[in-house]
């Protein structure tokens, strides 16, 4: 009957606004989870949730160093080159995909900051002065091209954004390099770009925590391509 067709409807619509609004999304992995039990998030743990935050501390730490200090000695403008390509290819669907509040406001920061301390490191008059370019020399768009190859190769879907995404994966598992490199050449290291460094890696840890911690307790999670970027 229409009556019968009616109320369908709207219970159709009412559960479907119910799986939008448990909707979550891994500011890192970038996926959406939904109901579905294949596809299930929980709510926020305490493994990602201290991955975010030592992912942010990291950034503020060395913020800090800039702006305050005005100096970036020790800093590797090739490794902040690579991580402001990380967040620009990964956040793609910053203006066309609304998730929450937390997860666009950490795209933003990460966004905004990793140009920020690239703008620093190049143009600030004060700041640059500081910059070690002859020991920074590690020849960084030479990791660029291999990890875009496998990104195309290797992929969840091959569209532009999953593409992209899965490239800045792979892109971040190596965007450190330019900066060991450096603190082993210059073998002095201050204490805020020593806390920025371990800061990033404890950022890395957590998340690893996080993917074990889902993967024995979500059916059917497996996402195999962000795990072993971050293994990497």
Same mark, same amino acid.
């Given at each position: 009957?229409?009556?019968?067709?009616?109320?369908?409807r709207? *219970?159709?619509?009412?559960?479907?606004?119910?799986?939008?609004?448990?909707?979550?999304?891994?500011?890192?992995e970038?996926?959406?989870?939904? /109901?579905?039990?294949?596809?299930?998030?929980?709510?926020?743990?305490?493994?990602?949730?201290?991955?975010?935050?030592?992912?942010?501390?990291?950034?503020?730490?060395?913020l800090?160093?800039?702006?305050?200090?005005? /100096?970036?000695?020790?800093?590797?403008?090739?490794?902040? *080159?690579?991580?402001?390509?990380?967040?620009?290819?990964?956040?793609?669907?910053?203006?066309?995909?609304?998730?929450?509040?937390?997860?666009?406001?950490m795209?933003?920061?990460?966004?905004?900051?990793?140009?920020?301390?690239?703008?620093?490191?190049?143009?600030h008059?004060?700041?640059?002065?500081?910059?070690?370019k002859?020991?920074?020399?590690?020849?960084h768009?030479?990791?660029?091209?291999?990890?875009?190859?496998?990104?195309?190769?290797?992929?969840?879907?091959?569209?532009?954004?999953?593409?992209?995404?899965?490239?800045?994966?792979?892109? *971040?598992?190596?965007?450190?390099?330019?900066?060991?490199?450096?603190?082993?050449?210059?073998?002095?290291?201050?204490?805020?770009?020593?806390?920025y460094?371990?800061?990033?890696?404890?950022?890395?840890?957590?998340?690893?925590?996080?993917?074990?911690?889902?993967?024995?307790? *979500?059916?059917?999670?497996?996402?195999?391509?962000?795990?072993?970027?971050?293994?990497?």
């Open positions: 009957s229409g009556l019968s067709y009616e109320s369908k709207v *219970e159709r619509g009412a559960a479907a606004r119910d799986r939008s609004a448990h909707l979550r999304v891994d500011p890192v970038r996926r959406t989870y939904g /109901s579905d039990p294949a596809n299930r998030s929980p709510e926020m743990n305490i493994f990602r949730l201290a991955g975010d935050m030592t992912h942010l501390m990291s950034v503020l730490v060395l800090l160093k800039i702006h305050t200090i005005k /100096s970036c000695a020790g800093i590797s403008l090739k490794t902040q *080159e690579l991580y402001a390509l990380v967040f620009a290819t990964r956040y793609l669907d910053i203006f066309t995909d609304f998730i929450s509040v937390y997860n666009t406001i795209k933003l920061i990460f966004l905004g900051s990793s140009f920020s301390i690239v703008w620093y490191m190049r143009r008059k004060l700041v640059r002065r500081s910059y070690d002859e020991q920074d020399t590690f020849r768009f030479f990791l660029v091209l291999p990890c875009l190859l496998l990104a195309l190769v290797m992929n969840e879907k091959f569209t532009f954004k999953e593409v992209m995404w899965a490239f800045s994966l792979y892109l *971040e598992a190596v965007a450190i390099l330019p900066q060991l490199v450096l603190l082993q050449r210059t073998k002095n290291i201050d204490n805020l770009t020593g806390q460094v371990f800061l990033l890696g404890a950022y890395r840890a957590f998340y690893i925590f996080n993917w074990i911690y889902r993967y024995f307790t *979500e059916p059917h999670y497996v996402h195999w391509i962000s795990k072993n970027s971050h293994l990497s």
